[in-house]
């Protein structure tokens, strides 16, 4: 059973930094292949992809927070990690780590087959 718990969601202001982790259990598929990403989603919007990293450490980031957000994994810890820098009112959303088979682009919700509970993340100007 895949396992994946979220934390470090609060609330900043503006420019304001949060770093998120995802402790993720048997999230490997066949081979070892991973892909692990988060996503978010604000009230009455699609839930979005943010950024993805795969088990060959490829990372991929929407185009809304590049050079703002970096993702990194620990796998002795078997945790990744969401740091967000330079934060706007926009990024304010619920964020879910998730994980599939293989990282594809566009980001897609379907495409990722287990999910956490969410960390909400609020931005205010």
């Known amino acids: 059973q895949v396992h994946l718990v979220e934390s470090g969601g609060g609330s900043v202001q503006a420019g304001g930094s949060l770093r998120l982790s995802c402790a993720a259990s048997?999230?490997?598929?066949?081979?070892?292949?991973?892909?692990l990403g988060w996503f978010r989603q604000a009230p009455g919007k699609e839930r979005e992809g943010v950024a993805t990293?795969?088990?060959?450490?490829?990372?991929t980031y929407a185009d809304s927070v590049k050079g703002r957000f970096t993702i990194s994994q620990d796998s002795t810890k078997n945790t990744v990690y969401l740091e967000m820098n330079s934060l706007k009112p926009e990024d304010t959303a619920m964020y879910y780590c998730?994980?599939?088979?293989?990282?594809?682009?566009?980001?897609?919700?379907?495409?990722?087959?287990?999910w956490g509970q969410g960390t909400q993340v609020n931005v205010s100007s």
């Open positions: 990293v795969e088990s060959d450490h490829s990372t």
């Open positions: 048997r999230y490997k598929y066949t081979f070892g292949h991973y892909c």
């Open positions: 998730a994980a599939g088979p293989s990282c594809r682009l566009p980001l897609r919700p379907t495409d990722f087959d287990y």
